[in-house]
């Protein structure tokens, strides 16, 4: 079907303060994406053997070849489609279907920025198959919500920002009316689950009793609740979302720091594994998109700050970024590599 091509725009959007022609930013950029290209394995189509931390990586790419205009690593996203589309080693499956909504949710973001810096509507299509499976997930069990899997034994916060996100994104891009009902369907229940406590921070889930479990409020679960809630004010010029977005960024800005205003996340610095350590790049990304739609100056000194402390402080002479982005470099893998990149986009993003 024919499509609004509304693709440019949100590439352009990606870029719109002109922060690319920042020298300092630009060449951090330039060189962490580098070290990061190093990681990639063509065979495997993926960075190392990771698979929803590698589609992090992968859209961590797409933004710097969009905010740069750089085309220079963009048969990543090809090949990456082309070898896992179908199912390999990693996960056997094709379509990017598993066990796992959330993983699921993270490819269908990735692929919809494909779309958004190629054209290639196989990229849109496909996300919208992993819609479909992740709606699947959606029962009445705590009124309303999607599972984190198919086992149905827990409804937690990330999948269903994820799931809000997807539906928002999907209705800009194709202008279907249904996927507008599935966002706004998703925020009613998300608002009113609980998940998001007294503090405006988000918590990692619910309990079997359907309230707020109050575990670890990890930075991603700040950072993909942004997305979704920018992408509606953006569809709706609802103020409510972009002030429940201002109201969550604040809180995590302030609370989930180290004492010199360097994000950090609560596993640092000893227990990040599993993907842990690709969390706070996510806070990043989102945040520098809430910054495009609803400016704040503090967002910019944040971004601008926490990458001035990832050069100074947390990079190795072989430009790889260790895990927490104000002390010494520690060691280097996918995660933290995209991690520390996505924040250094994100001051490319937001520079003057």
Known sequence: MTRPRIALAALLLLGCSGGADDPVYRGQADR??????L?????????????WTSANAIETTIDYSAVTGSDQYEHIIGNSF?????????????????QLYDDEGWWALTWIKAYDLTGEERYLTMAET?????????????????????????????????FLTIAARLHRRTGDAAYRDWAEREWAWFAASGMINGDSLV????????????????????????????????????????????????????????????LTEPCEPDDCEGGGALFKGIFMRNLARLDELAPDPSYRDF???NADSIREQATSPYDEIGLMWDAPFDSADPTRQSSGLDAVVAALRVAE
């Open 32 to 37: 962490a994406m580098a070290a990061l290209d």
């Open 39 to 51: 990681m990639y394995l063509d065979g495997v189509g993926l960075f190392g053997f990771g698979w």
């Open 82 to 98: 082309d070898v896992t589309s179908t199912g390999q080693s990693v996960n056997p499956t094709p379509n990017f279907i598993n």
């Open 303 to 305: 971004i601008e700050r």
């Open 130 to 162: 992993i819609f479909d499976d992740i709606a699947g997930g959606w029962d009445d069990t705590c009124g309303g919500g999607v599972w984190w899997s198919k086992e149905r034994s827990y409804k937690n916060a990330i999948t269903n920002e994820l």
């Open 203 to 262: 918590n990692d889930g619910l309990t079997a009793e359907c309230v707020n479990n109050g575990e670890t409020t990890w930075s991603y679960n700040q950072g993909v609740i942004l997305g979704g809630l920018t992408e509606m004010f953006e569809i709706t010029g609802d103020e409510q979302f972009a002030a429940q977005a201002q109201s969550i960024a604040g809180a995590a800005m302030r609370e989930l720091v180290t004492a010199n205003g360097i």
